[in-house]
């Protein structure tokens, strides 16, 4: 029997998708997000009808890039015990979509239409998963009620449950009460979150397995072969990283960095490598008398003494840390921190903004040591300064970062167990 708060969502959200639908022409990402559903089901069709069929099929659904990374080495496992395992993946944010569109073990990658009940009856009619696998967060009820009903089992994993998440609030509860509840599964990523699932919201379901994306980039950290042409140029250098960097994680990191008297090499690669903003980075450096080398256009006259190298080019982040002593991950002065996984995972310290409320890794790799908040230029100097004149310090840091990823490794497994078990049944 359907839930009180479920039936009024489902009565509600249609009137709510249609007023935002009258607002679109105004809305620029109000537009984009109408536009780019505006086809989805007829290309949804085109691409499942070219695929012989399978045993079973695994729905996977995340909300964007960072969410899909926790599910690819469970995706990876399943694919390896289950070759005829066929598996759909579908996005809400097109920055998701658009970067895995791709993805060679997906049948189908897709956009996750308007959560209205005919799209997501019409959607689970056509997938016909036997399981669908949603990561971390991003519950969009009629969709996962319309696949309840189809008879697919619902697993939640990654999940967590943090003191300022608005499933916490009083009045929510109650709503989000009946939606962990349509899940035959809930794996979280620590004891601390499996144990808020089961006594705020009655998910008896819930258990703890960990990150499986610790699991992702301890496999990841091995494939470096992308960098090989830049190892040369920064061989028994120390060497700082901005991996995911924003404006203000520029102004910060080259204040501090131009004020050190002993100055690591700096790479810089920016969250967006769009020329427009290439451009404008390089015109920021120059402006402050420091000259700026593309990796696009990298030479054999480079000389990371003299220029800073910006990497203009996508896919090489997790590798470039590699070559990293010290990294400086941004997003901290945004929305939240970008992957501090990536850097921890080679044993160097990890540095970024104050925002890592949604990234309780962020959270622990300072508790363990091997992650520092900076706030300011002057706290990243003193920082930079530290790691970059006492290697010994470096190194202890290091280490408390790369033992707090592999300490953690082991969720894939769990999870691949799990999902065995509902398969199999």
């Known amino acids: 029997m359907r839930k009180p708060a479920l039936t009024a969502y489902s009565f509600f959200f249609p009137v709510i998708a249609g007023m935002a639908r009258l607002f679109a022409p105004f809305s620029p990402r109000l537009r984009n997000f109408f536009t780019i559903r505006d086809r989805l089901f007829e290309d949804l069709e085109q691409q499942l009808s070219g695929i012989p069929p399978a045993q079973s099929r695994l729905w996977v659904h995340a909300a964007s890039v960072g969410e899909f990374e926790q599910a ?30 791709n993805y060679p073990d997906a049948d189908a990658v897709f956009y996750l239409p308007a959560d209205n009940a005919a799209n997501a009856k019409r959607l689970v009619k056509l997938l016909d998963p036997d399981i669908m696998m949603l990561m971390r967060y991003d519950f969009w009820p009629n969709h ?5 009903t189809h008879g697919t089992k619902l697993v939640l994993a990654a999940a967590v449950l943090q003191s300022a998440s608005p499933y916490r609030n009083p009045i929510l509860r109650g709503f989000y009460r ?13 004891d601390k979150d499996a144990t808020a699932f089961r006594q705020l919201f ?9 990150d499986p994306r610790f699991d992702q980039v301890i496999r990841r950290s091995g494939e470096t072969g992308k960098v090989e042409n830049f190892r040369k140029y920064f061989a028994d250098r120390t060497v700082l ?6 404006e203000k994680d520029e ?33 920021f450096l120059e402006s402050r008398s420091i000259a700026c080398s593309r990796a696009s256009a990298l030479g054999p006259g480079f000389d990371p003494e003299r220029s800073v190298l910006v990497v203009d080019l996508t896919g090489f982040l997790l590798e470039l840390y590699s070559i990293a002593s010290i990294a400086y991950v941004g997003g901290g002065f945004g929305v939240n921190v970008h992957n501090t996984l990536e850097p921890a995972v080679y044993g160097i310290p990890v540095l970024f903004g104050p925002r890592i409320h949604n990234s309780p890794e962020a959270e622990a790799l300072v508790e363990t040591g091997g992650g520092t908040i900076v706030e300011t230029a002057e706290e990243l100097k003193k920082h930079l300064e530290a790691f970059t004149n006492d290697p010994h310090f470096r190194n202890k840091a290091g280490s408390a970062a790369s033992r707090f990823v592999n300490e953690r490794k082991g969720a894939t497994q769990y999870i691949l167990k799990g999902i065995e078990t509902l398969l199999e049944a």
């Open 178 to 190: 009946s939606v962990f509840t349509l899940f035959d599964r809930i794996w979280t990523v620590s």
């Open 251 to 283: 102004t910060l990191l080259v204040e501090a960095w131009t004020q050190l008297q002993n100055k690591p090499d700096l790479i810089l690669v920016p969250h967006k490598v769009d020329p427009e903003n290439i451009d404008r980075l390089c015109g």
């Open 72 to 101: 690819r080495p469970v995706i990876t496992a399943l694919k390896e015990k289950y070759p005829d395992l066929s598996v759909v993946v579908s996005f809400f944010s097109d920055s998701g979509f658009n970067s895995r569109r």
């Open 241 to 246: 990283v901005g991996g995911s960097v924003w």
């Open 202 to 210: 009655g998910c008896v379901q819930a258990e703890t397995a960990g």
């Open 144 to 148: 996962l009620m319309a696949a309840k």
